[in-house]
């Protein structure tokens, strides 16, 4: 028997998982032992394969360029990318508190998806979360994400990255929270049907309600890539509506819009 192949395992290595492959070719085993097919002086010669052919003879097809749809990025890049724009976030949370003067209580969660291209510039960055309730705030998140430079994604066209960031209440007193039933009857005339047309997925509005029952500060998440105007539209038509006063601190409330 002629053998062929052989498994050496490499014990003295405890971190290798699999040893080295060895082939082993017989110099028995040559044309002596094996019998050559007889040849039909009356068969036809053997015709190539429709391949691209050259001087040196067939040639194989060339193989096609695939590539997923999600590729791959590197992992250490984006977690450094990710600490950057956290950092730009936080500046621009501080900024906004200054600006305001009445926002001293500015904070909430954000969910920042990044759709990176084959060449690593950004194709979309959009929020499918936001409770921070400051337009501003959430533009000023978006900008960080597209002012990094992102890996290229491996093995596919797209690269997906993804971050949920907590911003907490720098201020002394968080706002008084409100339930979304609070508002609900006020928002029912408010024109924000044409905000959400053709919307994909739940948008979350986020209201700072100051003590005499106006809108202090807006903000919504963006949960389709298509539609980011929808925040800004969302926004500007709650701006001049009149709710309950909270009392004396302003209110928060979160309302899912479907």
């Not at 360029?65 to 501080?94: M, P, S, Y």
């Not at 291209?117 to 921070?132: C, I, N, Q």
Request: with cysteine; glycine share 8%.
């Amino acid at each position: 028997m002629c053998p062929v192949g052989l498994l050496v395992e490499d014990r003295a290595l405890p971190w290798r998982r699999l040893g080295v492959v060895v082939l082993l070719i017989s110099t028995a085993c040559t044309s002596s032992q094996t019998a050559k097919p007889a040849v039909d002086p009356a068969a036809p010669p053997p015709s190539h394969t429709p391949t691209e052919i050259g001087n040196s003879g067939a040639k194989k097809s060339p193989t096609p360029d695939v590539k997923a749809e999600v590729g791959a990025l590197d992992a250490k890049t984006v977690k450094k990318n990710f600490e950057e724009i956290l950092r730009k976030i936080e500046a621009c949370q501080e900024t906004r508190r200054k600006e305001e003067g009445r926002l001293d209580f500015l904070a909430g969660d954000l969910k920042l998806e990044v759709h990176i291209g084959e060449d690593g510039g950004v194709k979309s960055a959009f929020l499918p979360l936001s409770t921070v309730g400051d337009l501003k705030l959430e533009a000023c998140a978006l900008d960080a994400a597209r002012s990094v430079r992102w890996p290229r994604p491996e093995g596919g066209v797209t690269g997906i990255a993804s971050n949920e960031f907590h911003l907490p209440v720098k201020g002394d007193r968080e706002a008084t929270s409100w339930s979304a039933d609070k508002v609900s009857s006020t928002l029912a005339g408010a024109p924000l049907q044409p905000c959400k047309a053709g919307v994909q997925g739940i948008i979350e509005l986020t209201l700072y309600v100051d003590t005499d029952g106006k809108v202090i500060s807006a903000g919504a998440s963006r949960p389709d890539p298509e539609k980011l105007e929808v925040a800004s539209c969302l926004v500007k038509a709650v701006q001049g509506l009149k709710f309950p006063s909270p009392g004396s601190w302003p209110a928060k409330v979160t309302v899912p819009l479907r």
